[in-house]
Structure formats: C-alpha cells, structure tokens
Nanobody, 127 residues
Framework: EVQLAESGGGSVQAGGSLRLSCTAS????????MAWFRQAPGKEREGVAS???????TYADIVKGRFAISEDNAKNTRYLQLNSLHPDDTATYYC?????????????????????WGQGTQVTVSS
C-alpha cells in the first residue's frame, strides 16, 4: 500500500507560478512511475506530466514548456513546477503511482495505469 499526499496548491493570478509536491509513504516500488493529473469541474481527468526512475519524462502538449516535473528521492517527493499559469489551468491536481511499472514500460499519462492516488490539491488561476 502506498499513500500519496499532495500540497502546494493555491490561488494565483494569470502568469504566476506554483510548485506542487507529492510525498509518498508506505510501500516502495522500483522501478517506479509517478504522474500528475488534473480535473476541472465538469471535465474529465487529464494527464499533465509523468516521470519514472529510468529517466523517462512525459508532458501533455498543453503544458510543455510551462510545467516541469522533478524529484527528491531522499524525501520520496516529486514536484510539479507550474509556470506561466493560465485560468484554463484551474483544476484539482492529483499525483498517482502504480505498483505495476516495470523495466522497459512507458510511464504513460493514462489514468487507468495507476492504482494509487493522492487526495488532490486545488490550483486556481484568476485572470
């Protein structure tokens, strides 16, 4: 069992920045894959960015060049830096991981690939 806890959300004006954190506790898996998703009211959950311990990183086209994923393995924490925020980025952001990631697999932005989810952190961007 893995527990994920997000933090760092808040309210910012358009063009601002935030850094989200996702700290994992409980069981650990290696290699590991972790992703960030977001969901706005009335919309489907969408993948934002992912990274794995084999060096793979994936970004959704809508955030490329604006968001960056990083990690501090000593703290079991992964971060999502959000820059140049736009009101359309307003959503609840979730981190997720899976026990089923294996060498050679892709860490995809597909929600059904993940079986552990955090509670979410709200990001609100005003114009």
């Amino acid at each position: 069992e893995v527990q994920l806890a997000e933090s760092g959300g808040g309210s910012v004006q358009a063009g601002g920045s935030l850094r989200l954190s996702c700290t994992a506790s409980g069981d650990t898996y290696s290699p590991s894959c972790m992703a960030w998703f977001r969901q706005a009211p009335g919309k489907e959950r969408e993948g934002v960015a992912s990274s794995d311990t084999e060096g793979g990183t994936t970004y959704a086209d809508i955030v490329k060049g604006r968001f960056a994923i990083s990690e501090d393995n000593a703290k079991n924490t992964r971060y999502l830096q959000l820059n140049s925020l736009h009101p359309d980025d307003t959503a609840t952001y979730y981190c997720a991981t899976t026990r089923f990631f294996r060498h050679g697999k892709r860490c995809r932005l597909t929600a059904t690939d993940f079986d552990y989810w955090g509670q979410g952190t709200q990001v609100t961007v005003s114009s």
